[in-house]
C-alpha cells in the first residue's frame, strides 16, 4: 500500500485478555517503530526493528508488552492480560532504514485501544 | 539523544508565516533535527528535516543556526488546517524519534 497501514483502527477489550495489534509498514522499509499515545499525552517510544531484530525494546512498559516482526515486513504488538492503563492509541511506523541515518519515518493511523 | 526545548504554544494569523523555534544546545555533530506535526486525533505527520544546512520542501522550511544548537520551522503562509502540535525532535546514531511536548501551534482567522 501507499502508506503505513494498522489493524484494526479500533479495539475494546476486557481487562484481562490478551489483544495483539498489527502493523503493514511502507513496502521496501527496513526499519519499523512502535509508540503508543495516552488521551492529552505525548508519544511514547515503545519498540523499533531493523530487520526482524529489535535493537532497541527499552519503551516496552512491562513484560505483558511483547513485539516481533516477521519475514522483514508485518509486525505484531501483543498485549497480555490487559489493564485499563493499557488503553491508548498505539502507533506504527516505518522508515527505509533508521532515522538515525538521516531518512524520514512515517506514521499509521493508529489503533485506539480500550480496556474496560 | 540531545534535549530539545520548544515554547508550549503559539499564535499566527492566517496567510503569515510561521515561525516555531526549538532550542537544541546540547546536540552532536552526527544528529539531524528532525520536525513533525500532530493534527488532533491523526497520526504524526513528516514535514522536514535536516543535519547542517537550511532545507525546504513544499510544506515547510527548516533554518538551523551555523553552531547547530538552535534551528527555526517556518511555515510560509499558514493556513487554518495547520493548526497542529510541532515537535522538534534531535536524533542521533540511536535509531529512534523521542517526542518531546512540542509547541501547540493555533492558526487564526
Known amino acids: 500500500g501507499a502508506g503505513v497501514s494498522q489493524s484494526p483502527s479500533n479495539k475494546v477489550t476486557e481487562k484481562g485478555k490478551d489483544v495483539e495489534l498489527r502493523c503493514d509498514p511502507i513496502s521496501g522499509h527496513t526499519a519499523l517503530y512502535w509508540y503508543r499515545q495516552s488521551l492529552g499525552q505525548g508519544l511514547e517510544f515503545l519498540i523499533y526493528?531493523?530487520?526482524?531484530?529489535?535493537?532497541?525494546k527499552s519503551g516496552l512498559p512491562s513484560d505483558r508488552f511483547s513485539a516481533e516482526r516477521t519475514g522483514g515486513s508485518v509486525s505484531t504488538l501483543t498485549i497480555q492480560r490487559t489493564q485499563q492503563e493499557d488503553s491508548a492509541v498505539y502507533l506504527c511506523?516505518?522508515?527505509?532504514?533508521?532515522?538515525?541515518?538521516?531518512?524520514?519515518?512515517?506514521f499509521g493511523q493508529g489503533t485506539r485501544l480500550t480496556v474496560v | 539523544d540531545a534535549k530539545t526545548t520548544q515554547p508550549t504554544s503559539m499564535d499566527c494569523a492566517e496567510g503569515r508565516a510561521a515561525n516555531l523555534p526549538c532550542n537544541h544546545s546540547t546536540i552532536s555533530g552526527n544528529e539531524y533535527v528532525y520536525w513533525y506535526r500532530q493534527i488532533h486525533s491523526q497520526g504524526p505527520q513528516y514535514i522536514i528535516h535536516g543535519l547542517k544546512n537550511n532545507e525546504t520542501n513544499e510544506m515547510a522550511s527548516l533554518i538551523i543556526t551555523e553552531d547547530r544548537k538552535s534551528s527555526t520551522l517556518i511555515l510560509p503562509h499558514a493556513t487554518l488546517r495547520d493548526t497542529a502540535v510541532y515537535y522538534c525532535?534531535?536524533?542521533?546514531?540511536?535509531?529512534?524519534?523521542?517526542f518531546g511536548q512540542g509547541t501547540e501551534l493555533s492558526v487564526k482567522p
Open positions: 526493528f531493523q530487520g526482524n531484530s529489535a535493537p532497541d
Open positions: 525532535i534531535v536524533n542521533s546514531q540511536g535509531g529512534k524519534l523521542i
Open positions: 511506523a516505518s522508515s527505509l532504514i533508521t532515522v538515525g541515518q538521516g531518512t524520514e519515518a512515517f
